[in-house]
């Protein structure tokens, strides 16, 4: 199993970006797959998540009404469209996937997720 990200950069504040996340080794079409990211110096935390119960996302406080996440299950990709962003969201972004297929729980745990992808750098300049 791999999941290969793409997108990121850099960007000033108030613009827009998209995060792309393509699995591969098996079909995440059952899985739950979420968005975490990292800033310097500080845990690992979670930004959103998209069920396998199709249309059921869920996004940290911080993020919503700004972030949409999405899927293609037929690209085995999840997608994190980002708007009007701020300094404070930069940070590493990484994309998972949980543990089992229709796993259901809080979503917002790094433990609840198996496979991560690479990383990819987001910085959004003031």
């Known amino acids: 199993v791999q999941l290969v990200q793409s997108g990121g950069g850099l960007v000033q504040a108030g613009g827009s970006l998209r995060l792309s996340c393509e699995a591969s080794g098996r079909s995440f079409s059952s899985y739950t797959m979420a968005w975490f990211r990292q800033a310097p110096g500080k845990e690992r935390e979670f930004v959103a998540a998209n069920s396998w119960r199709g249309g059921y996302a869920y996004y940290a406080d911080s993020v919503k009404d700004r972030f949409i996440i999405s899927r293609d299950n037929d690209k085995n990709t999840v997608y994190l469209d980002m708007n009007t962003l701020k300094p404070e969201d930069t940070a590493v972004y990484y994309c998972?996937?949980?543990?089992?297929?229709?796993?259901?729980?809080?979503?917002?745990?790094?433990?609840?997720?198996?496979?991560w992808g690479q990383g990819t750098q987001v910085i959004v300049s003031s």
């Open positions: 998972a996937v949980a543990r089992t297929a229709y796993y259901s729980g809080t979503y917002y745990y790094t433990d609840e997720y198996d496979y």
